[in-house]
């Protein structure tokens, strides 16, 4: 009985160890697809969260704010034609508002890869630094002020949409340069007086009105207005607000392709993203993955180049190098680096906007927006890579926590990025930017691979 039991249980123990080595030679294919099902269903969760808690309400309090901040100045424009006294806490108002649309205009910069790209809505309402002797020959055009001075607003508008270069008179900055001096909102006193405008060296001897600057900035506040209607329709599509909707689709009759709210396939840019790796998308030859990548490179990576090398680096490098530096042009040639190639410099705002760009990184990265370090949710980027590299979040952790650090110190110096681009500490925070954008690049290979 022991010697039939023992043989019937070495038998057992033989077929136990050969089904044990037939699962081993499965596993490795059916544990890979099984990985890939896990992954996939988690990136299309983190893309949902990355839409509805980034995205969307990115745009839409865009569109909000740069709504309100066309109201204001229009407000304020009537008053000034009405020989209505202005104060300085409507001044202040503008340029609160404006810096709040800034801000979300900025916290948008780690999703350019989209529409803002595609219909050329970046440059047109954010190219910089303003051509202030463009602005000028606008400034003391009459026919051309009477045009944007229209009693129809919406022609007033299209005026200026078409007429007015991009060398920042649309967008931003032009607005920038009416309401800001020397980082503070411009004195009442200017516009009540209709005072003659005498910046630096280009207006001298040119009778540019306080008025007829306004009536500038009413224009190009309502083009910029209209701009961000379309981002956020162009993402949100039928989600976005009624009245925007039909907004877009009136400055598309007018415009036609300028004002495209769908990509090439029909959808908008948010449906587009979630339909990943079905023919509806976009995306239809690629992964899940691939939505990784686009995030991580065309939107974070593209980002954190750009505060590096550009928006900070030209002005630093020329400030600091007994030789002339240089930079690639948009049309890849070396272009010499300009010591005034600075951003937001009349409101001071230049550390804020390039503070805001790295944050929009963290938001797309966490997966909602401005949270605390470590904050993210839980279908997320940073969520994803934590599960299945921990070592490399943290390390991409600690580059994003560091540049942001480098960044506050910027803030905190109490010196505008305008009066000491060559400073030590900018230098730093260049450094320190460049380091995320290598650890972004680093998860993104890894995630691709893996």
């Given amino acids: 009985?022991?010697?039939?039991?023992?043989?019937?249980?070495?038998?057992?123990?033989?077929?136990?160890?050969?089904a044990g080595m037939v699962?081993?030679?499965?596993?490795?294919?059916?544990?890979?697809?099984?990985?890939?099902?896990?992954?996939?269903?988690?990136?299309?969760?983190?893309?949902?969260?990355?839409?509805?808690?980034?995205?969307?309400?990115?745009?839409?309090?865009?569109?909000?704010?740069?709504?309100?901040?066309?109201?204001?100045?229009?407000?304020?424009?009537?008053?000034?034609?009405?020989?209505?006294?202005?104060?300085?806490?409507?001044?202040?108002?503008?340029?609160?508002?404006?810096?709040?649309?800034?801000?979300?205009?900025e916290q948008s910069e780690a999703f350019l890869y989209g529409a803002a790209s595609d219909f050329n809505i970046d440059p047109h309402i954010d190219t910089w630094p303003l051509a202030i002797e463009t602005l000028r020959e606008i400034l003391v055009n009459d026919a051309q002020i009477a045009r944007l001075d229209d009693s129809d607003a919406s022609k007033a508008i299209e005026y200026a949409r078409t007429t007015l270069s991009e060398d920042g008179q649309l967008g931003f900055h032009g607005l920038e340069f009416i309401f800001f001096r020397d980082g503070k909102p411009r004195s009442s006193t200017y516009f009540n007086g209709n005072g003659t405008e005498k910046y630096e060296d280009y207006f001298t001897g040119y009778d540019v009105k306080a008025h007829t600057e306004v009536i500038?900035?009413?224009?190009?506040?309502?083009?910029?207005?209209?701009?961000?209607?379309?981002?956020?329709?162009?993402?949100e599509?039928?989600?976005?607000?009624?009245?925007?909707?039909?907004?877009?689709?009136?400055?598309?009759?007018?415009?036609?392709?300028?004002?495209?709210?769908?990509?090439?396939?029909?959808?908008?840019?948010?449906?587009?993203?979630?339909?990943?790796?079905?023919?509806?998308?976009?995306?239809?030859?690629?992964?899940?993955?691939?939505?990784?990548?686009?995030?991580?490179?065309?939107?974070?990576?593209?980002?954190?180049?750009?505060?590096?090398?550009?928006?900070?680096?030209?002005?630093?490098?020329?400030?600091?190098?007994?030789?002339?530096?240089?930079?690639?042009?948009?049309?890849?040639?070396?272009?010499?680096?300009?010591?005034?190639?600075?951003?937001?410099?009349?409101?001071?705002?230049?550390f804020e906007d390039f503070f805001d760009n790295i944050m929009s990184i963290q938001n797309s990265l966490y997966g909602n927006i401005e949270a605390s370090e470590g904050g993210y949710e839980s279908h997320s980027v940073m969520a994803y890579l934590t599960k299945y590299n921990s070592d490399m979040a943290a390390e991409l952790q600690g580059k994003l926590t560091a540049a942001l650090s480098a960044l506050k110190t910027c803030l905190n110096s109490g010196t505008p990025f305008v009066k000491n681009p060559g400073a030590e500490y900018v230098g730093a925070a260049i450094d320190a930017v460049g380091e995320l954008d290598s650890a972004l690049n680093e998860a993104s290979n890894w995630v691709l691979k893996n």
């Fill in 1 to 18: 009985m022991k010697k039939t039991f023992k043989t019937i249980a070495m038998a057992l123990a033989a077929i136990v160890s050969l």
């Fill in 23 to 105: 699962s081993c030679n499965e596993d490795p294919n059916e544990e890979a697809k099984k990985l890939i099902e896990e992954q996939n269903t988690a990136i299309e969760a983190l893309t949902k969260m990355y839409l509805d808690k980034v995205i969307y309400p990115t745009y839409s309090d865009l569109a909000t704010a740069t709504t309100t901040l066309y109201e204001q100045i229009d407000a304020f424009n009537t008053k000034l034609k009405n020989g209505t006294v202005v104060t300085d806490n409507e001044v202040s108002a503008i340029c609160t508002t404006y810096k709040e649309a800034r801000k979300y205009w």
């Fill in 216 to 235: 500038y900035a009413k224009a190009v506040a309502g083009d910029l207005r209209d701009k961000c209607y379309q981002l956020e329709v162009a993402w």
């Fill in 237 to 350: 599509g039928t989600k976005a607000p009624a009245a925007h909707i039909a907004r877009v689709e009136a400055c598309k009759e007018s415009f036609g392709d300028d004002y495209g709210v769908t990509t090439k396939t029909g959808l908008s840019y948010g449906e587009d993203l979630l339909a990943a790796s079905t023919q509806k998308s976009s995306l239809a030859s690629s992964s899940w993955k691939k939505v990784m990548e686009i995030i991580f490179v065309d939107g974070c990576s593209n980002i954190c180049g750009e505060v590096a090398d550009q928006k900070m680096g030209q002005a630093y490098r020329a400030s600091t190098s007994a030789v002339t530096t240089y930079h690639e042009g948009e049309d890849g040639e070396q272009e010499a680096d300009d010591p005034n190639y600075i951003e937001s410099p009349y409101s001071y705002n230049s």
